[in-house]
T-cell receptor, first 112, second 115 residues
C-alpha cells in the first residue's frame, strides 16, 4: 500500500481556517485520497475523499496537488468540536481496496 | 438514521474469561469490519465480512479470537480465553459496498480491559 506522511500535531485558533497537509509521493493513478477524523472517545468519522479534482462538502474541502503527490484538508472555520486526530488514507483499486490502513494521523488542537 | 451500534461500550473482566463484543451495522450495508485500536499499534483491521461471509481474517491475532456474522444485521467478536494484552478499544464499521470510494461508518467502540 502507498504510504502517507502527516505532521504529528498542529494547532489552530477557533474560527480560523486550518490547512492539514498530507504527502503521498508514491500514490498510484487509481488511488483515492480519503480523510477520516477521530474525536476523543469516538470511532473514526469519514470526512471527505477525492481522486484528482478538488472536492468540497459540508465538513471540509480537499485540495489535491496537480501531480497528486500531496493533498491538503481545509477546515474553513475551525471550531472546538474539530479538535481530533485527522487521518489521510490512500485507497486503491487493488484486491485489498476494502481496507483502511490508518497511520498515526495529525492531532489537531483548537484554541478558544 | 441509526449509525453502527456496538455493545457493550465498556467491558472489564478478568484474564481467562470469555468476552463477546456485539455489532449492529447500518441497515442496507453489506460489508462489515472489526478494528482494534491500541496506543502501540494504532488502528488495525482484524476481520472483514462481505454479505455475511468472512473475506479477510488475516488480522485476527490468534485462535483465541473468532468472529461471526449470522445475518446482515448482527456480528460478534469473541475472545476466549482473554488475556491482559487484549485490552484495547474495538471498533465495528460498515459500508454500503466494497467499492473503494465508499466511506466506512464506525461505531463508538467497546473499551475492553482485561485484568
Amino acid at each position: 500500500d502507498a504510504k502517507t506522511t502527516q505532521p504529528n500535531s498542529m494547532e489552530s485558533n477557533e474560527e480560523e481556517p486550518v490547512h492539514l497537509p498530507c504527502n503521498h509521493s508514491t500514490i498510484s493513478g487509481t488511488d483515492y485520497i480519503h480523510w477520516y477524523r477521530q474525536l476523543p472517545s469516538q470511532g473514526p468519522e469519514y470526512v471527505i475523499h477525492g481522486l484528482t479534482s478538488n472536492v468540497n462538502n459540508r465538513m471540509a474541502s480537499l485540495a489535491i496537488a496537480e501531480d497528486r503527490k500531496s493533498s491538503t484538508l481545509i477546515l474553513h472555520r475551525a471550531t472546538l468540536r474539530d479538535a481530533a486526530v485527522y487521518y489521510c488514507i490512500l485507497r486503491g483499486s487493488g484486491g485489498s481496496n476494502y481496507k483502511l490502513t490508518f497511520g498515526k494521523g495529525t492531532l489537531l488542537t483548537v484554541n478558544p | 438514521d441509526a449509525g453502527v451500534i456496538q455493545s457493550p461500550r465498556h467491558e472489564v473482566t478478568e484474564m481467562g474469561q470469555e468476552v463477546t463484543l456485539r455489532c449492529k451495522p447500518i441497515s442496507g450495508h453489506n460489508s462489515l469490519f472489526w478494528y482494534r485500536q491500541t496506543m502501540m499499534r494504532g488502528l488495525e483491521l482484524l476481520i472483514y465480512f462481505n454479505n455475511n461471509v468472512p473475506i479477510d481474517d488475516s488480522g485476527m491475532p490468534e485462535d483465541r479470537f473468532s468472529a461471526k456474522m449470522p445475518n446482515a444485521s448482527f456480528s460478534t467478536l469473541k475472545i476466549q480465553p482473554s488475556e491482559p494484552r487484549d485490552s484495547a478499544v474495538y471498533f465495528c464499521a460498515s459500508t454500503r459496498s466494497q467499492v473503494y470510494s465508499q466511506p466506512q461508518h464506525f461505531g463508538d467502540g467497546t473499551r475492553l480491559s482485561i485484568l
